[in-house]
């Protein structure tokens, strides 16, 4: 069942038009299968668990999306084609598949750019993730009924027109709030300045600013702080991220891969290499699963990083501080927003096999002060000398 909605693609012909086409005629049914394959090989070794998880599911649901699962009376489940594919959409399809499967390739290989995109994604900092948890923010928590709801919708609709009282739930004002204090360093987009839109009073004309005009300037400004807001995490989720991020949490290492199998029969390795692995620049052994290619990447100018325990703690510290947490205030009857901090600490290590000048630290004490002891001899030398 899993490539019934593969084997429903049709049988054409892929003809070389661009960088990204095969050389070979190869069918498209093998295509597919083939490079669906190698993106879900590419999420097994990823070296974060959630990751694994979230990115197979994406790719799953990627392949799927041009399919629809139909029942039949008789209680079987056929995949149905949602929209017919030309041939130009299908070969921009399979060249988006590349590109994704180069992305994953690059980013298991330790560049770190790629591998904290595919981060990012995974905890809802990027991407699809993270519009579905800020629509959980702007939907209310109290519509238990009609009634409510109509109410609810009436200010909204009246909230459009009017300047500086925008639809905003609770925990997003809250939200919203926390972040404009944050330093905007931390995070990958724009920072945001305002917590309301600051309409002007009167036009270039210095005539009154048109109703509808006001109205789009508004619904633009609560586009795009929507665009720019962090959403929350879950308090399972942000706590396991942090215990990640301050090495708490033991990291399980990089996912073991499978050694290539030898074999004495003759397989066209050309065409399915172009196919799997496009322009990429990776050769493969019978040895070892790949040789990585150590040269800088050309887009990024990043070169691969061994997957270690402290490289993998600075990525997720990297994301961790974009992460906050909302938890209600019971005494005081609003949400707090807690970000992700992890403070740097300076670990100091002397070799105690040479001798230390440790007099330059007499009369001081364990706080840095001079002792009054040390003070009252050095005042009557220095009266002395006078």
């Known amino acids: 069942m899993r490539w019934a909605f593969i084997r429903q693609i049709s049988s054409l012909q892929l003809k070389p038009q661009g960088p990204l086409q095969p050389t070979t005629n190869i069918n498209v049914h093998q295509e597919t299968i083939l490079l669906y394959r190698a993106l879900l090989r590419q999420c097994t070794y990823l070296p974060d668990s959630a990751a694994r998880k979230y990115m197979w599911s994406h790719v799953v649901q990627r392949f799927h999306a041009y399919f629809a699962r139909v029942k039949l009376g008789d209680g079987r489940t056929i995949l149905r084609k949602r929209q017919t594919l030309d041939e130009k959409k299908l070969s921009e399809v399979l060249g988006d598949a590349r590109k994704s499967l180069k992305y994953l390739q690059r980013a ?38 009609d009634v409510a709801l109509a109410v609810f919708s009436a200010k909204m609709s009246q909230n459009r027109k009017t300047p500086g009282e925008l639809p905003f739930t609770d925990e997003l004002a809250a939200l919203l709030k926390s972040q404009v204090k944050q330093d905007s360093d931390r995070f ?173 630290f007499d009369g001081v004490d364990e706080h840095g002060k001079i002792r009054q002891a040390a003070v009252e001899p050095f005042a009557r030398s220095t009266a002395e000398k006078q």
Not at 115 to 140: E, H, W
Request: charged share 30%; aromatic share 8%.
């Open 108 to 145: 298991n290989d330790g560049h770190i750019q790629h591998l904290r995109t595919v981060l990012d994604m995974t905890y809802g900092r990027v991407g699809k993730r993270r519009r579905l948890l800020i629509s959980k923010l702007q939907a209310p928590d109290f519509l238990v009924d």
């Open 188 to 360: 990958n987009k724009p920072p945001v300045r305002e917590i309301a839109p600051k309409v002007p009073s009167v036009n270039v004309w210095q005539r009154k600013f048109p109703q509808k005009r006001r109205d789009n300037f508004i619904r633009a400004w609560y586009a795009k702080t929507l665009d720019r807001l962090m959403p929350p995490l879950d308090a399972d989720e942000w706590e396991r991220l942090q215990g990640l991020a301050l090495g708490t949490i033991p990291w399980d290492g990089p996912v073991f891969r499978r050694k290539l199998g030898t074999s004495d029969a003759k397989v066209p390795l050309d065409a399915i290499t172009h196919v799997v692995r496009g322009d990429i620049p990776y050769r493969l052994t019978s040895s070892t699963d790949r040789v990585v290619d150590k040269g800088r990447h050309p887009e990024t100018g990043s070169t691969p990083h061994e997957l270690t325990p402290r490289f993998m703690r600075k990525l997720w510290t990297a994301v961790f501080e974009k992460c906050p947490r909302l938890d209600w205030n019971h005494e005081w009857k609003k949400w707090d927003v807690t970000w992700g901090t992890v403070e740097k600490q300076l670990e100091l290590v002397l070799d105690t096999k040479k001798r230390l000048p440790l007099h330059l």
